[in-house]
Nanobody, 114 residues
Framework: QVQLVESGGGLVQPGGSLRLSCAAS???????LGWYRQAPGKERELVAT???????NYADSVKGRFTISRDNAKNTVYLQMNSLKSVDTAVYYC?????????WGKGTLVTVSS
């Protein structure tokens, strides 16, 4: 069982930056991790993933602006978001894939608005 707790969301102006964190309840050493988001009225979508070996993948809409990283010693995955746009407004969810088991956090709200 893996419990995930996101933090770092909030209100930011367009062009600004935020760093999201996701703390896991146990070791994440062998776990693939990711960030997803769900905007109002839309389906949840992939933002970025990072494998246990450190390989990352990004949605086209965030490439060059967002960076996913992990600190296995702290059991934490991060999402650095730069050059934020209004379309990035959403609830951001942390995801862990351990074998065939999927785990989700409760989400953190990011609002990009002037």
């Amino acid at each position: 069982q893996v419990q995930l707790v996101e933090s770092g969301g909030g209100l930011v102006q367009p062009g600004g930056s935020l760093r999201l964190s996701c703390a896991a309840s146990g070791s994440i050493f062998r776990i693939n991790l990711g960030w997803y988001r769900q905007a109002p009225g839309k389906e949840r979508e992939l933002v970025a993933t990072i494998t246990s070996s450190g390989s990352s993948n990004y949605a086209d809409s965030v490439k060059g602006r967002f960076t996913i990283s992990r600190d296995n010693a702290k059991n934490t995955v991060y999402l650095q978001m730069n050059s934020l746009k209004s379309v990035d407004t959403a609830v951001y969810y942390c995801h862990a894939l351990a074998g065939i088991m999927n785990y989700w956090g409760k989400g953190t709200l990011v609002t990009v608005s002037s």
